[in-house]
């Protein structure tokens, strides 16, 4: 009980607010997720802070590896060691690698080496509170004294007529132990609805709207999904939808 409060201190707000890990934990140990939002990070969506955290999202390559050919998906991906010490989490940068996801068709034996978070974005304050709040609800699901956290930047842009893919994969499981979804930045879109399924239970269907709009999924107890996003006024140019995924691993 003490690391509990100990992971939960980590990431209290300056307030005094703290992220709400143990009833995060509970819902993603009895329901397979969680749906979270701005309130419950320590981040405020409206500060300068994540101002220039989301121009990280302006900076993203080309994703060239898609099967279907697209050009509607650009991303950078890093790691970082997460391991439990006396005064909470502690995170550090490892070296950039291949990215493979053997558990889906469409990647199976694929080494994809996307373009690496640059260094001051993976040492980023807000970056560490998202992710810091992940492990601490994932670590009261299923605890690890060290977890290697694999962190997607993504951008899915839609023209005019056209529509952009969050997740080309169809509905699927990642292989990770927790996956954490954080939408950063949804602009001019629609669709992009998210569906959690669950084996014998009912599908639960939302869309994150706004910054920060969040889900954590135990990525062995749920499948996962969104749905293709596509321009919803013309007048406004593309349609925009920024993520943050952050993948956590037993080391
Ligand atoms: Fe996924």
Redesign the pocket.
Known sequence: MTEDLRTSELVARPDGTGFPAAEVAAAVAGDGFARLGAEHFPVDPEGGDFARFRETWEDLELDGALVDGGCYRYRRYGRLRAVRTADGISLSALPHAAFRQDGIPMWRGDERMFAPIRPAALADACLHALVTADLAAADLVRTSPEWTVGLHLIRIIALDGETGLP?P?GR???GHAF?G?HLLRRENSAGGVSTVYRDGRPDVRFTLESPLDSVL?D?TAVW???SPIAVRDRAGGRAVRDML?VDINPS
Do not use: G, K
């Open positions: 997740t994969e699927h499981r990642d996956v979804m999924v990525d996962h999904e969104v995924l």
